[in-house]
């Protein structure tokens, strides 16, 4: 592993918390690769919810699945992770082992299609509802486009605003590249 990518250190992360049959979320699918991560982590026997607003994310997505021989495990919902509540089975509250959110626009398509602080923030607030105990919540933040350090402002303070008694809450930058870098925060379920 590599510290350069933070994309790299939530998913070694993740391969920590997600096993076999586990429950996992994948707030933003973009063109998959981190719903493949997870589908593959989670193996036939788990389950994987993906969330995206555009059919051309949902279409990338279902090839990757398809391609990497995992699309059974996976439920595609073609619309905003703010009303993840309503996708996520009772039964899984509470037994979510991982959660990603992947900020920013889809790569190679429309730039001005984003992910917002108002909405961003509801479905964090909702998602960490979903965390099973030792359950992670990776969120990559990209603040190079515009919107992006008005997103990362929200984020942390949403973040920082977590009850430390029932999360683990943890921030992870370089220290030495622009403040344009992508950065990584971390929740846990304690
Ligand atoms: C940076 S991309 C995600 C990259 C992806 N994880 C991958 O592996 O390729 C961000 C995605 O968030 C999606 N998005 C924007 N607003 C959203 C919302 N409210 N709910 C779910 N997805 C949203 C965009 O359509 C875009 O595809």
Redesign the pocket.
Known sequence: MHLDSVLEFAHALHCKTLFPGAIAI????????????LAEKVGERGCVFG????Q??HR??RRVLEKAGCREQVRLVL????AMLEHIPLAYHGKVQSI?F??????G?DKT????PE??SI?LEHAITLLAEGGLLSI?V?IGHEGGVEELNAVEAWAKSIDSNFYHVVGYRFLNKPHTAPQLILVERR
């Open positions: 994948d707030a933003t699918m973009g063109n998959g690769n981190d719903t493949r991560f969330f995206d607003i555009q051309t994310a990338n997505t619309g905003g992770h703010e990603m992947n900020l920013g626009y889809l790569p398509s299609v984003i992910t917002r909405t961003t479905a990559v990209y």
